[in-house]
């Protein structure tokens, strides 16, 4: 599909230049754009590549000087990543007409929507309710009695268990697990990690006890509210009796483990390898970079941001910007870092001053 670039303009919500009758057929990066193409160039560091390439129309920064640059009409980007979240989700249409594929299988119990896509080897199982709109793909299964709000997208080899519920325009990447059963094993008497934590490891063993450990199941299901994205292989396990629960506008990257009845708010950000254990509680609008992992049983309040490797062992008061292992205030980390790194010279000045 190609647009004018007035149109383009108008769903971006931006200002338009030049020629708006120009029509694209994709976006490309400056120096490999070709004459059909929306050359991306946001910022002036992009100017020299555009020379390289062959684009008559790009998307641009305010004050560019896009008729010097060679270029025939420009989109004006004040804020450039916002303005690629638009274009992209312009040209990433879906290519999937509706209709049921003759090897899905689905319940005759389920309810499916109008006008929803069920991809080839797709199973959805008894009493589950797909919205309208919703794309189902290839060999992803829909658990007994999941209910999915409309325009759902749930992609090739994804799981979603049972008795998990969605909003709408839920987005589940390839092979993602939603509603497994939660970690969670007991033995007949207290066992030996359970006396070490909370004797700080100065128990003893009883090597005479069951080491039997019993499961205990996941009755509660997931919890997803509206515009909740989870990525490729990512894994959201059930809770054991009230559900884990997603906050609306939530996004988990791929290779997230979100552990039994957690509670993650509303447009929380948890980048890839975060792992949460079971009963963590996050607040709104939280942000917690690349192999982040959080204890058990904690809460970290509302606009917290952790930066990737950090661990998390104490509770979070709200708004913190958290760092390192174990995970304190970011100044205090770099401060104790800058330490850490001047002790050797430190040892050294003073064995010499006692020589």
Same mark, same amino acid.
């Given at each position: 599909m190609d647009y004018t670039l007035q149109q383009i303009a108008e769903a971006l919500g931006a200002e338009l230049k030049g020629d708006g009758s120009l029509r694209v057929t994709g976006a490309a990066e400056p120096g490999m754009a070709g004459e059909g193409d929306l050359a991306l160039a946001m910022s002036p560091r992009y100017a020299e590549a555009l020379g390289q390439g062959r684009a008559r129309a790009a998307l641009v920064w305010p004050d560019a000087d896009w008729q010097a640059m060679g270029l025939k009409g420009a989109v004006i980007a004040p804020r450039g990543r916002l303005a690629m979240a638009r274009l992209t989700q312009l040209f990433d249409l879906a290519d999937d007409a509706a209709g049921i594929h003759p090897s899905a299988v689905i319940d005759p119990s389920a309810e499916i929507g109008e006008g929803v896509h069920v991809g080839p080897l797709a199973v959805i199982g008894a009493g589950a309710v797909i919205g309208a709109g919703s794309r189902i793909m290839a060999q992803a299964s829909i658990g007994p009695g999941a209910r999915l709000g409309e325009g759902a997208l749930v992609h090739s080899g994804a799981r979603i268990g049972r008795n998990v519920t969605a909003g709408a325009r839920l987005i589940v990447q390839p092979n993602a697990v939603i509603g497994g059963d939660g970690f969670s094993f007991v033995t007949e008497s207290a066992s030996h990690v359970e006396t070490a934590r909370a004797e700080? +490891?100065?128990g003893t063993v009883d090597e005479a006890a069951d080491p039997t450990w019993h499961r205990i199941h996941s009755l509660g299901g997931v919890s997803l509210g509206d515009d909740v994205e989870i990525g490729?292989?990512?894994t959201v396990d059930a809770g054991t009796i009230r559900p884990t629960r997603i906050g609306?506008?939530?996004?988990?990257?791929?290779?997230?483990?979100? +552990?039994?009845?957690?509670?993650i708010g509303d447009h929380c950000l948890l980048c890839g390898h975060v792992g949460l254990a079971g009963s963590v509680t996050i607040g709104d609008r939280s942000v917690l970079g690349g192999k982040v992992g959080v204890s058990d049983n904690l809460t970290i309040g509302a606009d917290v941001v952790l930066t990737g490797g950090s661990i998390v062992l104490s509770n979070v008061p709200a708004g913190r910007v958290m760092m390192g292992y174990p995970a304190t205030k970011i100044d205090t980390q770099v401060e104790s870092y800058k330490a850490l790194r001047r002790l050797p010279r430190i040892l050294r000045d003073l064995a010499k001053s006692k020589s």
């Open positions: 700080l +490891g100065q490729a292989c990512a609306n506008g939530t996004k988990i990257d791929n290779l997230v483990q979100v +552990g039994h009845n957690c509670v």
